[in-house]
Every structure is written in structure tokens, then in C-alpha cells.
């Protein structure tokens, strides 16, 4: 499957999406031709309005909308007012579900990826699968993966913030 991830390779549960992404390249190309790449190490899914880590759990808003949308689609917002994160839409429109890319092999952690990526809110809600300057690219690497609990959502109370949906590259 090497090259370009295409539209149907996020039309999938973003449980099945998730690990697939992790060894993933994210190709930036910034408008002045500058061409960033970084593999991905890390990987989070957010599922469905039940998820009470998940964005949808409060239901659709101006904020959730995307998540709401089409596969393939980027989900970017500013946590903490200042850093911005990056999703990817996967699964049936109209059932919320995307997966955090929460670290490159260089950059770890998701605000310093989206910063070296210079990925802002302006790339909401782009498809990253039909896109010149942001896509996800497949070289053939499979790394072996690991699985924990997802980061940062205590907040999600039992079961959410411990169910093991970070898939990491070992």
C-alpha cells in the first residue's frame, strides 16, 4: 500500500485506523515549497458521543461539527488556548469518531508535532487524502505496537480513561 493514504483507507472504525497510522509518514509542504515529513509514533482514538473522552460526548457543536463529517477530514482545535491538535475523521459520517495523532518519532507529543508541522486551525476540517500541502504516506514500515490507556482524560471517569486505545510504536 505504498504511497498517498486515500479516502477509503479512513472510511474504517477509528479502532481499526489507529494502529495502521502508527509507522505512517505526515508529508507538510509549507508555501514555500519547504517539505516537512515526520513519521508517526503515536496514535489516539476518540469514538462516539458515549466516549466521555471524546469531543462528541457533549454532542454536536460548532466545535464538534467536523468530527461529525466525513472521513479523511482533519480535526484540528487549540487546547489550552494555545497549542493546536490534530485528528483524523475515520468511520460513517453523522457517527463521531477520529484518531489523535499524539507524537511523531521526533517530535513527542502532539502540540510539538502540529508546531513543527505548522499546522494550525486553518486546516480544519481539510481532507488530508486530497490535499497538496498535508497528507499521510505509506513507505512499506510496520513497526510493532504496543497499547496504554489514552493521556489527559481522568475527567473521562471509569471505564473511558483507562481503556487501552493509544497504540504506540514500540
Known amino acids: 500500500m505504498n504511497g ?19 509507522g505512517k ?16 509514533a503515536e496514535t ?15 454532542g454536536r457543536t460548532k466545535r464538534t461539527e467536523v468530527l461529525y463529517g ?10 489550552y488556548g494555545m497549542h493546536w491538535l490534530m485528528n483524523v475523521i475515520t468511520g460513517e459520517k453523522d457517527q463521531p469518531q477520529g484518531v489523535l495523532i499524539r507524537s511523531g518519532t521526533v517530535h ?7 508546531k513543527y508541522l ?10 488530508v487524502w486530497d490535499r497538496e500541502d498535508i497528507w499521510i504516506e505509506d513507505d512499506d514500515y510496520r513497526p510493532e505496537i504496543t497499547t496504554a490507556p489514552r493521556v489527559g482524560i481522568d475527567y473521562a471517569g471509569y471505564p473511558w480513561k483507562d481503556i487501552e486505545w493509544r497504540f504506540i510504536a514500540k
Not at 498517498?4 to 502508527?22: I, Y
Not at 472521513?71 to 484540528?76: A, V
Not at 505548522?118 to 481532507?127: A, F, I, R, W, Y
Request: proline fraction near 5%.
Open 108 to 114: 513527542n507529543g502532539p502540540a510539538k508535532l502540529t
Open 25 to 40: 509518514v505526515i508529508v507538510r509542504i509549507l508555501p514555500d515549497g519547504t517539505s516537512l515529513r515526520e513519521r508517526i
Open 4 to 22: 498517498k493514504l486515500g479516502r477509503n483507507f479512513f472510511h474504517r472504525d477509528a479502532l481499526e485506523v489507529a494502529p495502521e497510522l502508527v
Open 44 to 58: 489516539e482514538v476518540y469514538r462516539g458521543e458515549e466516549d466521555k473522552g471524546c469531543h462528541a460526548s457533549k
Open 70 to 79: 466525513e472521513s479523511g477530514q482533519l480535526y484540528i482545535y487549540l487546547c
Open 118 to 127: 505548522q499546522v494550525t486551525g486553518e486546516l480544519n476540517n481539510v481532507p
